[in-house]
């Protein structure tokens, strides 16, 4: 399965942004769906995540602000972001794993975000 990462860009604190990923290659039934980042000097870390259902689960830092969304149809997977904070800064990956498996083997190519107070 490939993923194709978009809709990164600069905005100011309290902003708004929203990411999409393309998934091709695979049904993307198959798969648990997720988003990472890594920020400056930080390890990456797991944002949200979404499962074949529809299920979503989030990072504490980020409840109440993103939403994590699919289309099956459509093969994509989307992050609405707001009230957004400097330290959302980082470069943010679309991933996927297969449903029965617990590593994201499959990695998109990062889209950057940057929050400037």
């Known amino acids: 399965v490939q993923l194709q990462a978009s809709g990164g860009g600069s905005v100011q604190t309290g902003g708004s942004l929203r990411l999409s990923c393309a998934v091709s290659?695979?049904?993307?039934?198959?798969?648990?769906t997720a988003w990472y980042r890594q920020g400056p000097g930080r390890q990456r870390e797991l944002v949200a995540s979404?499962?074949?259902?529809?299920?979503?689960n989030y990072a504490d830092s980020v409840k109440g602000r993103f939403t994590i969304s699919r289309n099956n149809a459509e093969k994509k997977v989307s992050l609405q972001m707001i009230t957004l904070q400097p330290e959302d800064t980082a470069v943010y990956y679309c991933?996927?794993?297969?449903?029965?498996?617990?590593?994201?083997?499959?990695w998109g190519q990062g889209t950057l975000v940057t929050v400037s107070s």
């Open positions: 979404i499962n074949h259902v529809g299920a979503p």
């Open positions: 991933a996927a794993r297969r449903r029965w498996s617990t590593e994201y083997k499959y």
């Open positions: 290659g695979d049904t993307i039934s198959n798969y648990v």
